[in-house]
C-alpha cells in the first residue's frame, strides 16, 4: 500500500498509528508530500490533494482519515479499532474527536491565510468556542472518567486531536485545565504508535 502524507497532519496521524496498531505499516510505502502544491504527485492519484490518501493493494484510492482506519481495521490484524460491542459509543467518541481536529485544524488554516483577526469572524469565534465545549465534554466523558484506554478508533482520535491542540494551539492550555482528561491522555498514548508518529 501507499499512503500520501505530511509530518504536521493530524488526520494523517491517525492513519499511521492505525498502521501501526494493525501491524501494517510493514507493508505501507510513506510518500511524503505538499498537498497545496499545484505540481503534487498526490494531484495525480486523487483530485481532492487531499492527505491522508491510501492506495490499497488493489489499486483502490482511499480518501478520509476516518474511512481509511475502517478499511485498515477490516485487513490488518490484532485488536479491532471498531470492536462490535461498545461500536456507537466508540463511533460517538471518534466523532468528538474528529470534530475536535477539524475545529482545531481550521483555526490554524484560518490564521494563516486570512491572519489573526480571523478569530473575531464569525467562524472564528464558533471554531473557538467549539473547542472549549468539546474540551468540557471530553473531561466529562465516560471513557475518561472510567479509565477506558484501549486504543480503539475513538480514542486514537481523540488523543490525536488533543495532540494537535498542544502542538499547533498551545494556548488552550488544555493538559493544565482538564487534568482527568490530561491522564486518560497520557495513558493512551503511552505506546510506539504514538511515539513513532509525533507531530514535527
Known sequence: MQLYLNTSSPY???????????????HTELCWCDPWAADSELLKITPLSRIPTLVTEGGEVLTESLLIAHYLDAVGEGAKLLPTDGLAENLALAGLGQGLMEAAFNVVIGRKHGGPDVDETLLG?????????????????????????????????????LAYLSFRLPAFEWPNRFPRLQAWFAKVAECDSFALTAFE
Open 12 to 26: 494523517a496521524r491517525v492513519v499511521r498509528i492505525c498502521l501501526y496498531e494493525k501491524g501494517l505499516m510493514a
Open 125 to 161: 469565534s464558533r471554531r473557538l468556542k467549539a473547542i472549549e465545549r468539546t474540551l468540557v465534554t471530553l473531561e466529562a466523558h465516560p471513557s475518561v472518567l472510567a479509565g477506558h484506554t484501549q486504543r480503539t478508533l475513538g480514542a486514537i482520535v481523540v488523543a490525536v486531536a
